[in-house]
């Protein structure tokens, strides 16, 4: 009997042990999804109510951030559950001690990316002509339906009213026209951050509330092939991956952060945001580790301490600050291919994107105004070929063949000379386009 009784006894042990076991497994793994632990927020708690007036065209309004709604209080929509493995909580945070609501609320945390597909653009002074063009490229050649959120000063809404209402893709495109706001205690410091409205791209997950997925690309982007493709990387997302950027540079010999920078960055040789892919639920719910507290901050609480604490030290403004968050949290970004953001230190100096040499070009970023002078003609021969397209031309009469005849005149550059890259992507997506208009597609 007494035998009997200890094997009951040992068997209740290694089940208590099992069951404390799997409840720290789980403990552990809602600490590392995006949603889980002290990362967690109700979805909108940072969002500003956006105050909507009407602007025409086929979606047409305007957001803005109060100064009281960047921030808001997290003690009202944190919920954290008993079963934290680290036990740490910052001060302010309301635990609620539940299992099951610990458990079943977590349903939620793989987000699956909405048919629509949105694209953000910020513009302002001469910049309608850029903007323009980069959302012809996109219309040119993506798939699925596209939602352009544009943001631009006042005087030039009229105008993007005028141009996108005669975009021949009514059932394909949507836009919403956005004021440049920022937070209004600290909007003349926003302002003149590196270049005006620059930094405005870091309120998007503030102000585009409803918006669970956004790509933001500077108005100095164009398209080779359908946004649909660099869409897809969403799906490609770990649980603790919100955003994705390229490298800075491929080459660290002639990069910029790892020689000059006097702030963290990200990685070897920094990140660019020029081409910004963003899970924005998973960034507006995430905690950020950071240097300036032990308790870490939500993406509205986070910027302007950031700001205050480097602003002697940035040279590319937002894009800085950008680095110093990821360089905190590397875990929380995915970095896709150079052929995404391709730009001129890509090539002025030799070529240095292997991918692009192996595939070609997928996104083309046109910084320093290689667009607007004769510097790098390479570059301002696709910008004129996609800004003088028609919608509706044969593709490879009124585009393709045209822009080869004048990048064949650029030999004499260091882009020049790799030439093809910027066309091999380019003939593919062209012709998968006319395959799918034959299938009726």
Same mark, same amino acid.
């Given at each position: 009997?007494?035998?009997? =009784? ?58 803005? #951030? ?19 493995? &680290?036990?740490?909580?910052?001060? $302010?945070?309301?635990?609620? +001690? ?7 609320? &977590? ?41 352009? /959120? !544009? ?46 409205? =620059? ?39 770990? @649980? ?17 952060? %790892? ?19 963003? %899970? ?5 719910? *995430?905690?950020?580790? +950071? ?10 609480? !986070? ?9 002697? +030290? ?6 800085? #600050? ?26 002025? &100096? ?10 070609? !070009?997928?996104?083309? /970023? ?6 607007? $002078? $004769? ?17 509706? $031309? ?17 030999? /004499? ?24 208009? @034959? *299938?009726?597609?």
């Amino acid at each position: 009997m007494r035998r009997f =009784a200890r094997v009951a006894l040992l068997c209740l042990g290694c089940g208590v042990c099992s069951l404390l076991y799997g409840f720290s497994q789980l403990a552990l793994s809602l600490e590392q999804e995006p949603g889980g632990g002290r990362e967690r927020q109700a979805r909108d708690s940072a969002a500003p109510s956006a105050r909507r007036q009407a602007g025409g065209g086929r979606v047409a309004a305007g957001g803005s #951030l109060g100064p009281d709604e960047v921030g808001a209080s997290r003690c009202k929509n944190l919920s954290v559950s008993f079963w934290n493995s &680290y036990w740490m909580l910052p001060s $302010d945070v309301c635990g609620m +001690n539940c299992f099951w609501e610990a458990a079943f609320r &977590y349903d939620d945390r793989k987000t699956h990316p909405s048919e629509k597909m949105h694209l953000a653009v910020v513009a302002c002074g001469e910049r309608l002509e850029e903007t323009i063009t980069m959302l012809r490229s996109a219309v040119i050649f993506s798939i699925k339906p596209l939602q352009f /959120h !544009i943001f631009a000063e006042d005087q030039l809404h009229k105008s993007f009213k005028d141009i996108l209402d005669d975009f021949p893709y009514e059932v394909k495109v949507n836009y919403t026209l956005y004021p440049i706001t920022f937070p209004t205690e600290s909007a003349a410091e926003w302002k003149k951050l590196f270049k005006p409205c =620059a930094s405005q791209r870091l309120f998007l997950p503030l102000i585009l509330k409803n918006v669970d997925s956004l790509l933001y690309v500077d108005t100095d982007i164009l398209f080779l092939r359908p946004v649909d493709d660099i869409w897809s990387f969403l799906r490609k997302f770990n @649980s603790t991956q919100i955003a994705a950027m390229a490298p800075e540079h491929e080459e660290p010999r002639i990069g910029w952060y %790892n020689r000059f920078a006097r702030h963290p960055y990200y990685g070897v040789t920094g990140i660019n945001s020029g081409v910004m892919l963003m %899970n924005m639920t998973r960034i507006r719910r *995430k905690y950020f580790k +950071n240097d300036m507290t032990s308790v870490r901050l939500q993406w509205g609480e !986070i910027l302007m301490p950031l700001l205050k604490k480097y602003k002697l +030290n940035i040279t590319w403004g937002d894009q800085d #600050l950008l680095n110093i968050m990821f360089f905190h949290n590397p875990e929380s970004l995915y970095v896709f291919p150079c052929q995404w953001n391709y730009r001129p230190d890509h090539c002025i &100096y030799g070529s240095n994107c292997k991918e692009a040499e192996e595939e070609g !070009i997928f996104i083309l /970023h046109g910084n320093r105004g290689v667009y607007h $002078d $004769d510097k790098q003609p390479t570059f301002r021969a696709v910008y004129e070929a996609i800004k003088n397209y028609s919608f509706g $031309d044969d593709l490879v009469r009124s585009l393709l063949r045209p822009l080869e005849l004048e990048l064949q005149k650029t030999m /004499h550059t260091y882009c020049g000379r790799v030439h093809k890259v910027f066309i091999k992507q380019l003939t593919n997506s062209i012709k998968d386009l006319n395959a799918r208009r @034959s *299938k009726g597609r």
